[in-house]
Each structure stands twice: as C-alpha cells, then as structure tokens.
C-alpha cells in the first residue's frame, strides 16, 4: 500500500474507533468524546497494540504517515488555542478584578504549590523525570504548572453539556479560568526562556506588539466574514514568529487570539468553529497524544507518579478555591462546586507537557504520568459536578 492508503486507513481508525466506543458505550457521562480519543491514541500506540502487534503499528503508523498526521495536529490545535485566546474576557474581568483576582490566584497558586512539592518528591525519589536539557527549575515549575491548569476550551464544552455555561455560575467560572489560562502561557514563555536566542525573543516580542496594533486596528475596520481568514494568516505568522525565536508555536498562537476581542466575533459562530474543529481534525490531536505515551520504562512508577499528580492537583485546587470562596463570602456549597469545574484538565495541559516535552524539559516516562493525571482528572468532573449542581438547584 502506498502512503496515501495507508493515511486513510489511519484516518479511519482515528475517526471511527473512539466513536463506536463512546457511542455503543455511553461513556459521554464520565469520558467525553475528546477523553476517549485520547485513551484510544494510548491503546492504538506503540505502548499497548503497538507492543502486541508490532507489524500493525510499523506498517499503519509508519514514519511517513506520522508525519502527515502530525501536521494536521499541530494546525488542529493551533486553531483551538487561537480560539481559546479570543475567548478571554478581560474587559469583564477587569470589571470583576477584586474577586476574580483573588480566585484565580488561589485557584493557581495553590495547587502550584503542591505540584511543585510533587516534583522535588520525583526527583528525590528517582532518577527518569527530568529532561536532558532541562534545569532543576524549569522541571519543577513545569509539573507546578501542569498541576494548576485548568483547560478553558473543554471546560466551555463541559459547562455546555451541563446547562451552566451562560448561568451565571458559569460566566463566574470562565472569568476565574480565563485568568488562569492567561498566566499558564505566561509561565510557559518563562519556562522555555532561552539565554542563546534572547535576542530574538526581543525581536519578535517587540515585532508582535507592532503587528498586533495593526491587525486589531484591521479587524476593527473589516466585515465579520473577513475576520476569520485573517485572523488565521495571522494565527500562522504568530506560530512561526513564536517558533523562530524559541518559545514555541502555541505561545504564539494563543497570543494570536488574545490581543483579539471576542466581541469582534459572533458568539454562535464561535462556539460552531470550535465544535467543528474538534469535529474534523482534533481527534488527530488526540490520537497523536496518545501515540506519544511511553509504556515501555518506567512500569509501575509512572502510574505511582501520575496518582501522586493527581492528589497534588485536586488537593491544591480545591485547597485554593475553598480558600477563596471563605475570604469572599461564598454561598455554601460554591467552592467545592467550582472547585471540581476548574480541574478540568484534558486539552490545554496535554498541550503544555507536549511543549515540554517537544522542549526536553520532561521525559517521556514524565509525559505518560502527567497524560494519565490530566484524564482521570478530567473524567471525575462530570460525575461530581452533575449530582452538586442538582443539590444547588
């Protein structure tokens, strides 16, 4: 078979596995479609089948192939990050500052702080964790970060799927999230800071905040049909302009969208690009994630690892929520409630340990325990979320 059969037959496997499982067994309740893609990416990798059946996964997966695959994802999700960055409210925020600046830091800080100590335990426990190129710092404040995300985008989805998304519960939520995903990217950027190649770095942060007066003044100007075509060639300049100087392309792409006002955009039409790209090419993300995972080192203590992340960030947020909502006055029963929403974890801290991965900061043992952490994490949101907000109503 020739590469463009043997694509298809990826595809094929890609769209249509972690459908029918998600579909024959209504999983939607504790693994949405996106969880379950990511988990049928670890299965179909060279991990679990791979290791079964080696000619399977040499033969449908081969190099060329990857390849091909790996371009999409990368566009895949620079589009639903670009998306992310125009769903931030900072205008509403601002409004909101005393609260919501209170919430996000804790709701940051806190399980950063966990995540943190999770670390140093890795490290001092065994080697295996850090990359070759990493610091001890960057390493520990990687997994930090990865404990605290909260990913904005299935958060939406999630909220959507329990009716709370234009509540005001839920406006409050992505107000605290939106600020959150904010200082992720900004942490990132920090993270991956290179001495050698600051001067680039300069450059192009110095370039972008050109460019970015011109395109807003731009957008401003145009039609809303004409938004989305520019706003995704300046999407692809962003990423390239973000690679070059050696942060990385989702920096730039989530840059690309922040510095865009959402109102610039209708909300239905928003909300309808988003579904259709996780639609069409973000199971290729998905599954690429889960090509990526490492089975074979480590055995037993990347699951001890992941379940050692996974208490440090549920501890941690609602730890920091808890906090918040006693400082704040709360109605009872808020906190745990929000709590649990911005542990959503799935997208945006896959795409974060991918950047440190791609970066040499973490290993692939790392990556696996981190990947498991961010599912679990995200499946136990629905189910516990679903019976509180029944109790609340």
Known sequence: MNTTELFLIA??????????????????????????????????????????????????????VIGALNGIAWWAVMVFVWIAGIELDLREVWRQ?????????????????????????????????????????QFVLGIGM?????????LILLMEKLGI?????????????????????????VILLDWQRVGHQVAFLAAFAVAASA?????AKIPERDRYPVGLIWLAACGYGADWCGLHF??????????MERDWFTLDRLDELRHNVLLVIMPIYFLSTGLRTNWQVGGTAVFIAAALLLVASI???????????KLLGWARGDALT????????????????????????????????????????????????????????
């Open 215 to 219: 395109i807003r003044w731009l957008m």
């Open 250 to 259: 989702m920096v730039g792409a989530f840059l690309a969208g922040a510095v």
């Open 146 to 154: 990865a404990c605290a995300v909260t990913a904005l985008p299935i």
């Open 315 to 325: 501890a941690g947020k609602l730890a920091g929520v808890g906090i918040a909502g």
């Open 338 to 393: 929000i709590g649990w929403l911005l542990q959503t974890k799935a997208l945006i801290m896959i795409i974060f340990v991918n950047v440190l991965l791609d970066r040499h900061i973490i290993t692939s043992e790392t990556f696996t325990a981190l990947l498991l952490m961010a599912v679990v994490s995200t499946m136990l949101t629905v189910p516990i979320v679903k019976p509180r907000l029944k109790r609340l109503a």
């Open 165 to 189: 998304l234009r509540e005001p519960l839920g406006q409050r939520v992505l107000r605290y999230a939106s600020l959150d995903d904010l200082a992720i990217w900004a942490v990132l950027a």
């Open 97 to 137: 500052r005393r609260e919501c600046g209170t919430t996000a830091a804790l709701a940051l800080g806190a399980p950063l702080a966990t995540g943190c100590l999770a670390a140093l335990a890795m490290l001092a426990w065994r080697d295996g964790w850090i990359g070759e190129t990493a610091t001890t710092w």
């Open 11 to 64: 595809m094929t496997i890609i769209l249509g596995v972690p459908y029918l499982i998600w579909r024959l067994f209504r999983t939607d309740y504790w693994a949405p479609l996106v969880v379950v893609q990511i988990i049928t990416g670890i299965v179909l990798g060279p991990g679990v089948l791979g290791r079964i059946f080696p000619d399977y996964y040499a033969t449908v997966f081969a190099p060329p």
